[in-house]
Nanobody, 126 residues
Framework: QVQLVESGGGLVQAGGSLRLSCAASGGTFSRFSMGWFRQAPGREREFAAFINWNGRSTYCADSVKGRFTVSRDNAQNTVYLQMDSLKPEDTAVYYC???????????????????WGQGTQVTVSS
């Protein structure tokens, strides 16, 4: 059973930065491609970013492209989401998710992911 634990959330002013981490345990991390999703109050969970198993394929949603960067360190069993130029509309609970798949195809849909973290709150004040 794979466990995912996010950290790094918090309160930041608009224009600021945060780096989220997601530490994985209980499986061979390099066998998993990873996604970041977010859910704002009253809204559906939405895709934010994807990174494949070896880190060579990444993708960010249009809403965060150019501001967010996804990366991973397989030696540390950790995936990261660097968030710069944050906006109030980025306020949400952020989740990391894992799918046991060595692919280069971006996985946008939440239902494709097998494991989820508990989420970390990001609040951006104006």
């Amino acid at each position: 059973q794979v466990q995912l634990v996010e950290s790094g959330g918090g309160l930041v002013q608009a224009g600021g930065s945060l780096r989220l981490s997601c530490a994985a345990s209980g499986g061979t991390f390099s066998r998993f491609s990873m996604g970041w999703f977010r859910q704002a109050p009253g809204r559906e969970r939405e895709f934010a970013a994807f990174i494949n198993w070896n880190g060579r394929s990444t993708y960010c949603a249009d809403s965060v492209k150019g501001r967010f960067t996804v990366s991973r360190d397989n030696a540390q069993n950790t995936v990261y989401l660097q968030m710069d130029s944050l906006k109030p509309e980025d306020t949400a609970v952020y989740y990391c998710a894992a799918v046991r798949e060595r692919t280069t195809i971006v996985r946008f849909a939440a239902h494709l992911y097998e494991y989820w973290g508990q989420g970390t709150q990001v609040t951006v004040s104006s």
